[in-house]
């Protein structure tokens, strides 16, 4: 866990006011502590990407705000799509068939 100031550091051009801007709008959501905000890795990687989609990319906050929610939907769905390819991997082979088959029935049509 990083505090507020030691991000404040690794991003020499974003201000306090501007990273509060961004936790008020949900864009980063760091732990609140009695000293203050504490970021988690993820919460540094996002204040990097945030930096970079309105530095080098030039996205306004109205885009950021349908942006950052999609890459949440995708990230959890990734992380879905991976648990449930870990559960029909644990399966036996007549079950992973059986999916296989549902899955992509003309595969097997060639």
């Not at 996205?59 to 890459?71: E, F, K, R, S």
Request: no cysteine; glycine share 6%; charged share 35%.
């Amino acid at each position: 866990m990083m505090e507020e100031q030691e991000v404040l550091g690794l991003f020499t051009d974003i201000r306090r006011d501007t990273l509060y801007l961004w936790i008020e709008r949900g864009w980063i959501v760091p732990e609140e502590g009695k000293a203050g905000f504490r970021f988690r890795e993820i919460d540094v990687a996002r204040v990097r990407l945030i930096r970079e989609f309105r530095t080098e990319l030039e996205l306004d906050a109205d885009a950021l705000d349908v942006i950052l929610p999609l890459l949440d939907q995708l990230h959890g769905l990734r992380d879905q799509v991976r648990r449930l390819a870990d559960a029909v991997s644990r399966e036996s082979e007549d079950v992973r068939q059986r999916i296989g088959t549902r899955l992509f029935p003309s595969a097997g049509n060639d």
